[in-house]
């Protein structure tokens, strides 16, 4: 099983902490256990499958958009990943969302290529873009290497880092009350090719 590194344990320690001082108890999950897609449901007809302890997104022969969904619904939570970008790249971690064939309802943290807005905030079919990270803050994403995107959903309010940066930070009436999955999509139009691990869930009791 592959193993987190020190500074994402230093965090997930954080985050317990702060639920023990608040009076919450935390529990911490893998969504991921290395061996399968236990736990989760495909939707399209895009590939996901597990290589090397991996989780592997890739585009399919129909090129359009696939989703990977956990079956579990999630309200509040700090949730974890690595991912690593081949390919095109284009990528996305859906939170509070509900999908029906490959129409996803919900918001969008992105996962994109260097200048398309990793770690900013979409809402598919509905109001676009709600929130982008500054332009300089573009240059934190590291292509062709493993990055760690850390996404914080308590109430209305979603927050995102990448590589430690704080990337976004907002606050909105429709994502506080929203219900649904934890999803991973692959963009469509082919050519696209992501790689994930560690992805580590902490959800309050």
Request: charged letters at 25%; aromatic letters at 10%.
């Given at each position: 099983?592959?193993?987190?590194?020190?500074?994402?344990?230093?965090?997930?320690?954080?985050?317990?902490?702060?639920?023990?001082?608040?009076?919450?108890?935390a529990q911490e999950k893998d969504l991921f256990n290395?061996?399968?897609?236990?736990?989760?449901?495909?939707?399209?007809?895009?590939?996901?499958?597990?290589?090397?302890?991996?989780?592997?997104?890739?585009?399919?022969?129909?090129?359009?958009?696939?989703?990977?969904?956990?079956?579990?619904?999630?309200?509040?939570?700090?949730?974890?990943?690595?991912?690593?970008?081949e390919a095109d790249g284009n990528s996305g971690v859906?939170?509070?969302?509900?999908?029906?064939?490959?129409?996803?309802?919900?918001?969008?943290?992105?996962?994109?290529?260097?200048?398309?807005?990793?770690?900013?905030?979409?809402?598919?079919?509905?109001?676009?873009?709600?929130?982008?990270?500054?332009?300089?803050?573009?240059?934190?994403?590291?292509?062709?290497?493993?990055?760690?995107?850390?996404?914080?959903?308590?109430?209305?309010?979603?927050?995102?880092?990448?590589?430690?940066?704080?990337?976004?930070?907002?606050?909105?009436?429709?994502?506080?009350?929203?219900?649904?999955?934890?999803?991973?999509?692959?963009?469509?139009?082919?050519?696209?090719?992501?790689?994930?691990?560690?992805?580590?869930?902490?959800?309050?009791?």
């Amino acid at each position: 099983m592959v193993q987190l590194n020190t500074a994402v344990m230093k965090k997930i320690h954080i985050l317990l902490a702060l639920f023990l001082v608040t009076g919450l108890t935390a529990q911490e999950k893998d969504l991921f256990n290395g061996k399968n897609l236990d736990g989760w449901t495909i939707y399209g007809t895009e590939k996901w499958y597990v290589e090397d302890g991996l989780l592997v997104s890739e585009s399919g022969p129909d090129a359009q958009y696939g989703y990977l969904a956990t079956n579990d619904h999630y309200k509040d939570f700090e949730l974890s990943l690595e991912f690593l970008q081949e390919a095109d790249g284009n990528s996305g971690v859906f939170v509070r969302s509900t999908i029906e064939g490959t129409k996803v309802s919900g918001w969008q943290v992105e996962v994109a290529p260097k200048g398309k807005h990793t770690g900013g905030v979409y809402e598919s079919y509905g109001r676009g873009w709600l929130v982008k990270p500054e332009a300089e803050k573009e240059m934190v994403l590291q292509e062709g290497r493993w990055n760690t995107l850390k996404i914080r959903m308590m109430g209305d309010q979603l927050t995102s880092w990448l590589n430690g940066v704080q990337m976004v930070s907002i606050s909105d009436e429709a994502i506080g009350k929203g219900e649904g999955s934890i999803a991973l999509q692959i963009h469509d139009g082919g050519g696209i090719k992501v790689k994930w691990r560690n992805i580590k869930l902490i959800v309050p009791e």
